[in-house]
C-alpha cells in the first residue's frame, strides 16, 4: 500500500505496536515506496534524517543507491552527488547500483559528460558495469544526441563480453 505523508507517524505506531524496528532494511522500503508512488525527494531526505537521528538507523549501501535513484527521478543531479559524498563520508563504499543510479541521475539531467566521469571513476575503483550500467550510459548519450558515442559504448559493452538485452537495444535505438 502507497504510503502518505499523513501515514508516516502511522506507520512509525503501526510498527512499533507489531514490534518491528526500525533498520536500514525498513528504511529502503519506504524510501522505495516514496520514490515510486509520490516522487516527493524532500519526503525522502526526511525520512532518512528522522531515522538516523531519532531511531538510530544506519544507512546501507542499498539505503544510499536507492536516495540516489530518487534523486535521479526527480532529475537532481546534483543532489544525487551530494548522497555520493555522503555515503562516503560515513564509509559506505558505493557499488555498481550505486553507481548505475548515478549515471541514470546523469542521464535524466542530460548531463552526458558528467555520466561517462561516473563510469570512469567506476572502473578505476574495480567496479564491473552490468548490462544495466552500460544501458544507462548508452541512454545518457541518446538523450544528448550522441549516436556515434553510444555505439562506441555498445561495442565496449561487448568487447567486455556484457550481452545487451531489450533496453539496451532500446536505448541505441533512441
Not at 508516516?8 to 526500525?22: C, F, G, I, Y
Amino acid at each position: 500500500k502507497a504510503i502518505k505523508r499523513h501515514d508516516a507517524s502511522a506507520l512509525n505506531m503501526a510498527m512499533e505496536e507489531a514490534d518491528v524496528p526500525w533498520d536500514a532494511k525498513w528504511l529502503t522500503v519506504v524510501l522505495k515506496e516514496l520514490r515510486n508512488a509520490h516522487g516527493n525527494l524532500n519526503l525522502s531526505f526526511q525520512v532518512v534524517d528522522w531515522c538516523v537521528a531519532l531511531k538510530g538507523v544506519t544507512p546501507t549501501v542499498i539505503t544510499y543507491s536507492v536516495l540516489i535513484s530518487a534523486c535521479a527521478k526527480a532529475r537532481q543531479s546534483n543532489r544525487a552527488f551530494q548522497v555520493l559524498a555522503d555515503m562516503r563520508r560515513e564509509g559506505v563504499a558505493p557499488d555498481v547500483i550505486t553507481y548505475t543510479a548515478l549515471i541514470n541521475a546523469c542521464e535524466k539531467a542530460g548531463e552526458s559528460d558528467r555520466a561517462f566521469e561516473v563510469f570512469e571513476g567506476m572502473r578505476r575503483k574495480g567496479v564491473a558495469p552490468t548490462v544495466i550500467t552500460y544501458s544507462a550510459l548508452i541512454s545518457a548519450c541518446a538523450k544528448a544526441g550522441e549516436s556515434d558515442r553510444a555505439f562506441e559504448v555498445y561495442e565496449d559493452m561487448r568487447r567486455e563480453g556484457v550481452a545487451p538485452d531489450v533496453i539496451t537495444y532500446g536505448a541505441l535505438i533512441n
